[in-house]
């Protein structure tokens, strides 16, 4: 059984950093592809971030230059280092494996003005 498990959230005020850590089990880690979507209240989930078995990147136009997906095949984790953050992006963060559509628990992340 895939398990994908969210760490990192907070609290943290506008202009600061965080960094989210997905553990992932139960899968072939190498052979997936892995993303970072966000919820915020009210709001439809979206995407942020995907990066690909090769290591290849996308991101959300909202969130490019200021947030960087990578992983661990080692580790069996994908982690999302987010930089310059705003209130808009508050929000609860989840992660996704995308050979099976499974996702995690996700994290709450809040940004203060």
């Known amino acids: 059984q895939v398990q994908l498990v969210e760490s990192g959230g907070g609290l943290v005020q506008a202009g600061g950093s965080l960094r989210l850590s997905c553990a992932v089990s139960g899968s072939i880690f190498s052979l997936n592809a892995f993303g970072w979507y966000r919820q915020a209240a009210g709001k439809q989930r979206e995407f942020v971030a995907v990066i690909f078995r090769s290591g290849g990147t996308n991101y959300a136009d909202s969130v490019k230059g200021r947030f960087t997906i990578s992983r661990d095949n080692a580790k069996n984790t994908v982690a999302l280092e987010m930089n310059s953050l705003t209130p808009e992006d508050t929000a609860v963060y989840y992660c996704?494996?995308?050979?099976?559509?499974?996702w995690g628990q996700g994290t709450q992340v809040t940004v203060s003005s």
């Open positions: 996704k494996n995308l050979g099976d559509n499974s």
